[in-house]
Nanobody, 128 residues
Framework: QVQLVESGGELVQAGGSLRLSCAASGRTFSSYAMGWFRQAPGKEREFVAAISWAGGSTYYADSVKGRFTISRDNTKNTGNLQMNSLSPEDTAVYYC?????????????????????WGQGTQVTVSS
């Protein structure tokens, strides 16, 4: 089992940048696929970005492609989400998630229920 703790969320003006971090503890983080999801008030949790266990493959929601970058450092058991050109539509609670079982389909990266472990979330608020 792995424990995840997000950090880095805060209030930022539109056009600004933030870097979210996800610190992992417990079992070997390097064997886990990792994803970032977000949930705005009154909306379902949605996929933002994901990265394979070795970092060789990355996936992004269309809404963030070109603005957000997901990365991981398995030597430090951390994952990161660099967010640039933020807009009020990016306001949400951001969650990191991890999966230790093999990913059998690319679609699994995008699906919240495919992830067994979740952090508590960090609030990102973008003001206009």
């Amino acid at each position: 089992q792995v424990q995840l703790v997000e950090s880095g969320g805060e209030l930022v003006q539109a056009g600004g940048s933030l870097r979210l971090s996800c610190a992992a503890s417990g079992r070997t983080f390097s064997s886990y696929a990792m994803g970032w999801f977000r949930q705005a008030p009154g909306k379902e949790r949605e996929f933002v970005a994901a990265i394979s266990w070795a970092g060789g493959s990355t996936y992004y929601a269309d809404s963030v492609k070109g603005r957000f970058t997901i990365s991981r450092d398995n030597t430090k058991n951390t994952g990161n989400l660099q967010m640039n050109s933020l807009s009020p539509e990016d306001t949400a609670v951001y969650y990191c998630a991890a999966r230790d079982s093999p990913i059998l389909s690319e679609s699994w990266y995008y699906t919240p229920r495919r992830y067994a472990y979740w952090g508590q979330g960090t609030q990102v608020t973008v003001s206009s």
